[in-house]
Nanobody, 129 residues
Framework: QVQLVESGGGLVQPGGSLRLSCVAS????????MAWFRQAPGRTEREFVA?????????VYADSVKGRFTISRDKTKNPVYLQMDSLQPEDTAVYYC?????????????????????WGQGTQVTVSS
């Protein structure tokens, strides 16, 4: 059973930065596609943020975060990080880490939440002055 633990959330002022981490344990967690999604207050759906393929060779971002957020993974492929810069109030959400292990999703499906079998509990990010 794969377990995911996110950390790094918090309160930050507009224009500030945060770095989220996601550590996966159990199963072949180093051989997995990994992604970040977020759920804003009052929204029922989880929005895709960024994903990285198991090899690190394919990285995709949502248009809303492109150029501001960077997803990366350790050389051991675990943990996965989300560096968030130039944060804005509209980035306020609970951020979730998700894993597709073993990596079965085709690379064009990395944006879809249905590609991921395991999810973390989420970490709150609040951007406010």
């Amino acid at each position: 059973q794969v377990q995911l633990v996110e950390s790094g959330g918090g309160l930050v002022q507009p224009g500030g930065s945060l770095r989220l981490s996601c550590v996966a344990s159990g199963g072949a967690s180093n051989y997995a596609h990994m992604a970040w999604f977020r759920q804003a207050p009052g929204r029922t759906e989880r929005e895709f943020v960024a994903a990285i393929s198991w090899s690190g060779g394919r990285i995709v971002y949502a248009d809303s975060v492109k150029g501001r957020f960077t997803i990366s993974r350790d050389k051991t492929k675990n943990p996965v990080y989300l560096q968030m810069d130039s944060l804005q109030p509209e980035d306020t959400a609970v951020y979730y880490c998700a894993v597709d292990v073993p990596p079965q999703a085709i690379l064009s499906s990395l944006r879809s939440p249905t590609s991921y079998e395991y999810w973390g509990q989420g970490t709150q990010v609040t951007v406010s002055s």
